[in-house]
């Protein structure tokens, strides 16, 4: 298992408005209220996932933290360093705000090739505020190299990289060589918490900050310019209200039966 | 009027549910030509057109395993179909492929992709749900053309005053792109249950069930339902991960929804609370999921279950 030769990960993270707490859209420019943000929790599967890479290939292999988005998103970047990551890159620009999937693909490229050369580029699920899942297929698209995503379960051997992945009928076993992107579910691996060793050397570790100019894109390549999609309204649906709540007192299954029966839906 | 593409992973014929929305959603975004990787055959074709689709668009040589790598083929394909017809738009299903496949496009034309959406109007307006089905949301392309991806269940189909003769356009796709090789494909295993994601009853069991999903299974069969289960009793090794529901599971909208055991963590209800009528079964009144429940049952599930199984087979006797 592994790879003989040293690997270089990198591990994409983003700073998303924690979902434990409500979440907004502001109504004036439908964009999503960033305060109590966190580390994507489904970004801490591909941190995991690209922390168990380096351990079980050669020594010298590395991983670095990779994040997109405003002064505060630092923080995702600091989280993967306290889990363990090397290194971390923190790309931030006024301009960038409002980008739709297609435009921080854009940056996120940019930035993967300023990097340098990578082996693999792992990223989670999906984002848990916008949930859309495009960036992987977008980043493989425009880094011309495999994507391997969604995956269950992933194994490198060599430089040869395999993973499960489910659909509703099938299931796939799909491999690919490096480099490659590769996305992880949140079945892929069970993400460590940071230990005190950890907080502790993340602080001596370093995060480079980079601006669009940095990576050589123009500020109209981002943001509302670079997108190609709009958000036109947004309205918050309304709470869902409690009904009756009664309590077993041996009866509650026929209860439950004449209920079910009442809403004519057999 | 101009065309729109509609991608259909599989043709059955006669022609899904699922296929017959794609369509429909097609059908407002112009005259809907069908792109599909594998082949189609006449009696599809002349279904197809009975349901208003104008052209059908396969590759050169489909269904020959010819292209071993994972889905580039099938975004290839698209993206010239896209450039023949000059579609305004492209439909495809929600499902991971669909995701990818529209992901891969958006960047190959440098257009606006829209996943998960619920309703697509005449406009190219697209309606969807987010953060957690806390708010609906409507999105448009700014310029070039509309790729989005449609949650099943969705949109309904009705069948065209006239049908139509669609033409079988057979062209040759050249698959550029480094891909992923399929290693294998393995067919999953089909429960006799109703589809999870179509059912218009679920019965879900959380860690409550506590190793045995029987009350569960033996509720959903008394009514015809689908079971689902949240992540806890997944993760315990309890039920087959297909059948999660919630954020990073399926998500769920049907008539009536059943939750057993579940305590009600936000990536669940992400994934059931825009359910019609949802009742809970807890033994913990303080349980949060009593807050979206219609009705709510503080019991032991395992008496209350099968007791509502037994009554609803009686009168049905
Ligand atoms: C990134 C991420 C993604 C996630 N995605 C999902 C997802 O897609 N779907 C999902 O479900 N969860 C998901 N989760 C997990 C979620 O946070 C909860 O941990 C999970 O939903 C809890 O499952 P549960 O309600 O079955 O278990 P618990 O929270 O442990 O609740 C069990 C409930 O059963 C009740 N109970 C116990 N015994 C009985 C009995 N005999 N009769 C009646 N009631 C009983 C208890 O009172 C309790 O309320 C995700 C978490 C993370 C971090």
Redesign the pocket.
């Known amino acids: 298992m592994g790879s003989p030769n040293p690997v270089r990960v990198l591990a994409l993270v983003k700073y998303v408005p924690d979902a434990q707490f409500d979440r907004h859209i502001d109504s004036a420019e439908h964009r999503m209220v960033r305060t109590e943000s966190i580390l994507s929790?489904?970004d801490e599967y591909a941190v995991e996932a690209a922390l168990q890479l380096k351990e079980s290939s050669a020594a010298g292999s590395t991983v670095v933290a990779l994040t997109v988005g405003p002064e505060q998103a630092v923080n995702a970047v600091k989280k993967a360093l306290q889990m363990g990551a090397d290194e971390g890159i923190h790309v931030s620009d006024p301009a960038i705000a409002g980008s739709d999937a297609l435009a921080t693909s854009r940056v996120l490229a940019a930035a993967i090739e300023k990097a340098g050369p990578f082996d693999v580029v792992i990223t989670g699920l999906s984002s848990?505020d916008a949930e859309t899942s495009l960036v992987p297929a977008q980043l493989a698209e425009r880094l011309s190299v495999p994507l391997l995503s969604f995956a269950n379960s992933v194994e490198l051997e060599g430089s040869t990289l395999r993973i499960t992945r489910d659909s509703d009928a099938v299931s796939y076993v799909l491999e690919a060589d490096l480099p490659a992107v590769l996305s992880v579910t949140?079945q892929a691996n069970e993400p460590r918490y940071p230990n005190f060793k950890g907080i502790m050397a993340a602080k001596r570790k370093t995060v480079e900050t980079l601006t669009l100019a940095d990576l050589g894109v123009s500020a109209d390549e981002v943001g509302t310019a670079g997108s190609r999609t709009v958000v036109v309204a947004s309205e918050e649906r309304p709470a869902r209200v409690g009904g009756n709540v009664i309590t077993d007192d041996g009866e509650a299954g026929l209860r439950l039966a004449e209920f079910i029966l009442a809403q004519k839906v057999l | 009027m101009a065309f729109s593409l509609v991608y259909l992973d599989s043709i059955s014929s006669p022609l899904s549910g699922a296929s017959l929305e794609l369509i429909a959603a097609g059908r407002r975004l112009g005259d809907p030509v069908v792109v599909s990787a594998q082949p189609v055959s006449d009696e599809s074709v002349a279904e197809l057109g009975a349901a208003g689709v104008s052209g059908v668009v396969v590759p050169e040589n489909a269904g020959t395993e010819a292209h071993t790598n994972f889905l580039t083929f099938e975004t290839q394909l698209l993206a010239i179909a896209l450039s023949e017809t000059e579609a305004s738009g492209v439909v495809l299903p929600n499902s991971l492929n669909g995701k990818e496949i529209a992901a891969r496009l958006g960047v190959k034309l440098n257009a606006g992709v829209v996943t998960d959406a619920v309703d697509i109007a005449e406009d190219g307006t697209v309606t969807k749900s987010v953060l957690a089905g806390a708010y609906t949301t409507q999105a448009r392309v700014t310029e070039g053309p509309l790729i989005v991806t449609l949650k099943a269940n969705s949109v309904e189909y009705t069948a065209p005053a006239a049908a139509e003769e669609p033409d079988l356009l057979e062209i040759p796709v050249e698959d550029p792109a480094p891909g992923a090789r399929v290693v294998e494909v393995r067919e999953k295993a089909v429960s006799g249950r109703p589809d999870l994601t179509a059912a218009r009853i679920v019965v879900s069991g959380?860690?409550?069930?506590?190793g045995d999903f029987t009350p569960v299974e033996d509720l959903a069969d008394a009514l015809g339902a689908a079971v689902g289960?949240?992540?806890?009793?997944v993760d315990a090794g309890w039920i087959n991960h297909d059948l999660?529901?919630?954020?990073?599971?399926k998500t769920v909208a049907p008539q009536l929804y059943i939750a057993?055991?579940?305590?009600?963590?936000?990536?669940?209800k992400?994934?059931m609370q825009t359910s019609r009528v949802i009742v809970a079964?807890?033994?913990?009144p303080d349980?949060p999921?009593f807050e979206i429940a219609d009705l709510g049952i503080v019991?032991?599930?395992?008496n209350v279950l099968p007791q509502a199984a037994a009554e609803l087979r009686k009168r049905n006797d």
């Open positions: 929790e489904l848990t949140d | 959380g860690r409550g069930v506590d289960a949240s992540r806890a009793a999660q529901v919630g954020q990073t599971g057993a055991g579940i305590s009600g963590a936000i990536q669940h992400a994934g079964v807890n033994d913990d349980s999921i019991g032991d599930l395992k």
